[in-house]
């Protein structure tokens, strides 16, 4: 008996548990799976929209800085081209006069654009050059100077006349540049550039604007990063990530070859990082090039996101086994309230049916025994023709 309503208990609790189990937190965690592939596909799609508005915005304020009367005056069109006929290819080729012109030329840029970046373009960088690509001058320091930029795709555009953004890859570090047309009586007479290096200060700044748009929040813990095929430029993962999705980037180059394969295709990709497993989505950053080297990526932890309903589901577990300690807790006191009495009483009807019919059971029992053993003795005694004790009869009525 004893068993069997364990037994019973035990199926009743496995019954509860797999039901809660499908039909709550199976349930949950598909739907919170399927969420979160849904946030970082739809974020990595948002951000080429982010991109283009920004980049729009960029080009404006880089127009209206390329018409700036101050930086036309300062660059003595003139001067300069008499000085670097001597060698267009290479200016740092020139006589020493012509070399004398061209760095009084670039030092009265440099100040214009000194002001500029102080007042209103704060970008890393921003240089201007020649209608024949050559770097006239940079603010603040003199790091490009002597470099011809014309086999740049958005530096001849802007050369033709065209103002655009573009990713170029410069002194070793990867930046977003705009280029706008610098006119002088009608002509074009070089180019106003403006560029940010692509770092983690970029992809916190992309991040801020992913988050207002899809109006995300700390519980999405999502990740933006920019890579190329061989280098993580910028991430706004913690740093044990970071530094993990950047081996990761070195040791599986067929996700970049997923991607160079079918471009503008965003590719979905579950990679774990530092024992956390993600759910990320990628795709070639937006670039006036087709061989642009630039990616960019969301991720987010499925872990991390299924962490309440793993909790939950521990929960249940423990509920489940304290459920089954309850019905075996249970079955073992059913046993003893009316299985234990039973069993006695049958022990001793042994004795009766073995011809001992002197023998009588124990008036002074409680409960269940009690009742047994009173109606047992009455029925011995009217077998046996004997009187009925008058406690007997008491009991009875």
């Known amino acids: 008996m004893k068993f069997k309503i364990f037994l019973l208990s035990l199926i009743l609790t496995a019954a509860m548990y797999f039901a809660a189990n499908y039909l709550f937190v199976d349930y949950i965690r598909d739907h919170l799976k399927e969420s979160a592939k849904n946030t970082v596909s739809q974020t990595v799609s948002l951000y080429k929209h982010i991109n283009k508005a ?8 880089a127009e209206n800085l390329a018409e700036k009367t101050e930086l036309l005056n300062a660059f003595n069109v003139e001067a300069w081209g008499k000085a670097v ?9 020139l006589s020493d006069k012509a070399k004398a012109v061209v760095k009084k030329v670039e030092e009265n840029v440099q100040v214009e654009l000194n002001v500029i970046n ?5 970008n890393d960088a921003i240089f201007v050059v020649d209608k ?16 011809n930029l014309s086999n740049k795709l958005l530096i001849s555009s802007a050369l033709k006349g065209t103002s655009n953004r573009d990713i170029i890859q410069m002194l070793g570090k990867t930046y977003r540049v705009t280029a706008a047309p610098m006119k002088k009586n009608g002509k074009i007479v070089g180019a106003y550039c403006s560029a940010d290096v692509v770092n983690s200060e970029t992809a916190k700044e992309a991040m801020a604007s992913l988050t207002e748009e899809a109006s995300l929040n700390k519980s999405n813990r999502v990740f933006f990063g ?3 095929k061989e280098l993580l430029l910028g991430s706004t993962m913690p740093t044990e990530i970071h530094e993990n999705f950047k081996k990761y980037i070195a040791s599986e180059p067929t996700i970049i070859e997923q991607v160079d394969n079918e471009t503008g295709k965003v590719h979905q990709i579950e990679i774990y990082l530092s024992g956390e497993k993600f759910y990320g989505s990628l795709t070639r950053h937006p670039s006036l090039s087709e061989n642009n080297d630039m990616f ?5 932890s499925i872990d991390k996101i299924l962490e309440p309903v793993v909790s939950k589901h521990g929960t249940l577990i423990l509920l489940a086994v304290l459920s089954i300690l309850a019905g075996l807790i249970a079955a073992i006191i059913m046993d003893e309230q009316f299985n234990k009495p039973i069993n006695k009483f049958m022990e001793n009807m042994l004795e009766i049916i073995n011809g001992n019919t002197r023998y009588r059971f124990d008036n002074d029992a409680t409960g269940l025994e009690n009742n047994l053993n009173q109606n047992a003795n009455m029925m011995i005694s009217t077998i046996l023709g004997e009187k009925i004790p008058e406690k007997t009869k008491e009991i009875k009525e």
């Open 85 to 93: 006929a001597e060698n267009p290819g290479d200016i740092s080729k």
């Open 54 to 61: 920004d980049a729009i915005e960029s080009i404006q304020a």
């Open 132 to 147: 024949l690509g050559n770097v006239v001058s940079k603010n603040l320091d003199g790091i490009l100077r002597g470099k």
């Open 118 to 122: 102080k007042m209103y373009d704060k």
């Open 296 to 300: 960019y990526i969301t991720l987010t």
């Open 226 to 228: 920019f890579f190329t």
